[in-house]
């Protein structure tokens, strides 16, 4: 479905889809962001590579077009959880990695001369009631420990950022940025076939294999192949590690100087309220209000109303995709040095600057580069399976967090809830 984006890639033309068998240095399934940034790190290590980009529909039609544009160093799993499995100094590490990745994004955008619109103006999130409160007093006190950096604000404080109904407590980062994710695919792609990297629009990889991939169009045979399929791809992605969790998005028209007058939310930043399943929300640069989120769409709706009520959605543009969520909540990032067979995947609503990390990283690992990214925790991860009715897991899951977010705004407890989340971790 279109989302507010993809204008910015309506007037192009798809290349063509792949014309018979053909070899490559590296094959790579998925152009979205993640495939993107992997070419382009793998190019930057040795320009003389022969990439080939495949990928089922014309690029920008996946999840990477569909957010609210947040280039921010979150991850849907805490920093805690990856200490509790991985140890202190991973956790660290990849907290580290990810906060210095918002400013590669930043820094790659101004050498390539993208105009994306990449503009920092950090991550606000708000406290509506009492367990809010509590969630971000504990993200604000355990942010050093992992060398994160959250300001807690009373609410005149938040006022300075956004104007929102009933705030009791708010926390800002810097680590955090805006763009327009459509215009960063097609920057980014430009530069890539601007250096000879291959790309075949409108062909569907059936199989990968070691040094093979088997498309609708013709077999690919290369040294690597490279999966970045995200939440698509049956026969492609790796069994039942990711589980497909719809998400959702809705821009209003543009509203009116007294409306933002109103709201007074200032176009860099991006707004979320520390809930279980959260709505994030941000100004574009032609004054609409942008909002993104997991679970049904009709938190979007409630999300507006209750935090933005002098906006109203009359002749929004709404668009629905997916997040792909591993049962661990960590994604994965691998290339097997025997087979040549990788990729990556598994960013859950916090892909567009992990994508970058991840590309990075996969390119260091095919040129056999030892640096501190393929050290990193989610190298070589592999999160356990969901269950066979994995999808009903999930249903279960967002119910549950949607059933504890409405049990917190009425002052009521959402301990049997989130027992349930628990149990049902959505990363
Ligand atoms: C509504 C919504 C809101 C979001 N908001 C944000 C946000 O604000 N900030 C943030 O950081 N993240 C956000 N995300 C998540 C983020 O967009 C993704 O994690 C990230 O873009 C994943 O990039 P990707 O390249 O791995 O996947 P995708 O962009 O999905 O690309 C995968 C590509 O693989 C292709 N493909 C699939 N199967 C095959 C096949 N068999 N053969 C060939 N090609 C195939 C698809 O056509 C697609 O182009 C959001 C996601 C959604 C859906």
Known sequence: ??????????????????????????VIVGAGLTGLWTAYYLLDADAALDVLLVDAGAVGE??????????????????????????????????????????????????????????FGGALRLARNAAQVERIGELVASAPTWGDEWHLLDPAGVGTHVSVPAVQAGAWTPDCAVLDPARLVRGLLDVL????????????????????????????????????????GPGVASGRTLAAVPAHGLATAR??????????????????????????????????????????PHELDRAL????????????????????????????????????????GGFGAAGITAANLAGRTLADLACGVDSPLVHLPWVG????????????????????AARADAAEAAGRSSRAATAVLDRVQIG
């Open 381 to 400: 991860h592999r999160s356990p399976d969901w269950p066979p009715l994995g999808g009903a897991a999930v249903s279960l899951a967002l119910r549950a």
């Open 62 to 119: 996946g999840a990477s077009t569909q957010g609210v544009g947040a280039c921010s160093a979150d991850l849907a799993i805490s920093a805690e959880r990856v200490a509790l499995a991985f140890g202190r100094d991973a956790a660290l590490d990849l907290r580290g990695a990810l906060r210095d990745a918002v400013v590669e994004v930043g820094g790659a955008l101004a050498l390539e001369e993208v105009d994306c619109g990449f503009t």
């Open 305 to 344: 109303a209750a935090l933005f009520p002098a906006a109203d959605a009359t002749g929004a543009l709404r668009w629905s995709g997916q997040i792909g969520v591993p049962r661990d909540g960590l994604p994965s990032v691998e290339l097997d040095a025997d087979t040549g067979l990788g990729g990556a």
């Open 255 to 296: 509203l009116d100087a007294h409306v933002w007058a109103e709201i007074g939310l200032e176009p860099g930043v991006v707004v979320s309220e520390a809930a279980h399943l959260p709505v994030h929300a941000r100004r574009t640069a032609d004054d609409r209000l942008v909002l993104t989120g997991a679970g049904r």
């Open 193 to 232: 076939l601007a250096r000879g990297v291959r790309l075949a629009e409108h062909t569907t990889a059936l199989r990968v294999s070691p040094r093979a991939v088997l498309t609708d169009r013709g077999t690919v045979r290369a040294p690597i192949v490279l999966t970045t399929v995200e939440a698509g």
């Open 1 to 26: 479905m279109t989302s507010l984006w993809s204008a910015h890639l309506a007037d192009r033309r798809p290349t063509e889809p792949l014309d018979g068998d053909t070899t490559a240095d590296v």
